[in-house]
């Protein structure tokens, strides 16, 4: 698949979903997760990968925590050239615990909706 064609609509909709919880005030544990599913749908695409990177970092700045921070700062340079090269860690949350170029396990729901939008999910 292009990484040039828009989301499609189901995959876009889960992804906005999880956008929408991430930047409404709550409890941090779950806005850290739904901006960590975010980022896991939107890898493939270079505009909503950088999206979701501004969300982590504006949630860092939030927390006060320095590390993430410069983690996040890090991200958004990287995030769409990375998707547009299709190189990419699938399933990495995209937090800097994780690793920059660490794959992750993709929750089922994630992944299937990945898979049915044509996105090949490496092993």
Do not use: C
Request: glycine share 6%.
């Amino acid at each position: 698949m292009s990484r040039r064609t828009p989301m499609p609509v189901p995959l876009l909709q889960a992804f906005t979903a999880e956008m929408t919880t991430a930047r409404t005030p709550g409890p941090a544990p779950q806005r850290w997760r739904a901006a960590e599913r975010a980022h896991i749908l939107s890898q493939p695409w270079p505009w909503p990968h950088t999206r979701t990177h501004a969300v982590m970092l504006r949630l860092a700045v939030r927390d006060r925590d320095l590390r993430e921070v410069l983690g996040q700062l890090v991200r958004l340079a990287v995030a769409a050239p990375g998707s547009a090269a299709g190189k990419y860690p699938d399933g990495n949350t995209g937090r800097t615990r994780a690793g920059l170029t660490t794959p992750m396990p993709i929750p089922d729901d994630l992944a299937a909706l990945l898979r049915d939008a044509g996105i090949v999910l490496r092993p």
